[in-house]
């Protein structure tokens, strides 16, 4: 028997499959980990695993890495809240909204980039279909002056896919954004044929169980992973209070130490610095509108 170190690549119902540089080894949790009642995913796609390979080549993950992060989502079950880990480890999130056709939905877009700052992952935004509009820059325009990168795509046009591919290179991503927005036809553009599988393994997620179904992340030719990670609309804030939500708005974090009152709620009190930089314009009404709403824990 062998020892190896191994990247979970896939995950279905108690199976995983393992990249240990010397290829794929399917495996499954050594019993003395299983034990006692289990409050999340004790492996999960994009953890790294010490396993044993077994003679007929299969093998026993004995050990699990600890996570730097997951992207975690709640799972209620009758004995209690489950942790349900879409993936781990990941080098960032690229989230992809369409210009036009359909229209982006930037209040999600502010959704997903404040999960990104609570799991400290970096994001990255593609505004894809910029052949549809002339004013794709202006509508990101408000996501690049607060630090995030935006890069702006057509495959009809091929404008800003090398900028993306070398974007996914040699990192583990995951990939998420509302349907119809073009994923599956960039990455088969990046990479032929991915966008077909990762589409196959989506289409897939969202038709079973989320117990149930397969996670799955791709290899990119060159290096690095790709997993869509469909279901970051439904990722609950759970753990987060309204009192941090403003840690989370790179735009807001700064400005909190500067209000007067130290319990400010950036709704109406005097000497709000949020509030002064709202009427100066330095702070987007549309991005304070996401704010509020998310604080007071509406979509």
Known sequence: ??????????????????????????????????????V????????YVQLVIQPDGSGVIENVEERKQAIVRLDPRPQG????????????????????????KLRMLDRFLVVTEKQKIPAVIIAN????????????????EIGYRVIYTSTKTRVGLDELKAQLQNKVSALAGPSGVGK?????????????????????????????VTRQMFALDGGGYVADTPGWKSLALWDTSAEEMDAYFPELRDLVPQCQFSDCSHKHEPGCAVLAALKAGTVRAERYDSYLRLRAGQE
């Open 81 to 104: 809240i489950y942790q349900q880990v879409l993936l781990a480890n990941a080098d960032q999130a690229v989230f992809v909204f369409a210009c036009a056709n359909p229209n982006p």
């Open 129 to 144: 279909k910029i052949d549809l509009v002339e004013n794709a820059q202006e509508l990101f325009k408000v996501y690049e």
């Open 1 to 38: 028997m062998t020892n190896k170190r191994g990247l979970i690549v896939k995950a279905q119902s108690g199976f995983f499959t393992a990249e240990t540089g010397e290829g794929l080894v399917i495996c499954q949790l050594r019993g003395k980990l299983k034990q006692g009642r289990a």
């Open 184 to 212: 599956s036809s960039l990455l088969n553009e990046i990479q032929p044929g991915l966008g077909l599988a990762v589409n196959e393994i989506s289409t897939a997620m969202k038709k079973g169980r989320h117990t149930t």
């Open 40 to 47: 999340g995913d004790i492996a999960a796609l994009g953890d």
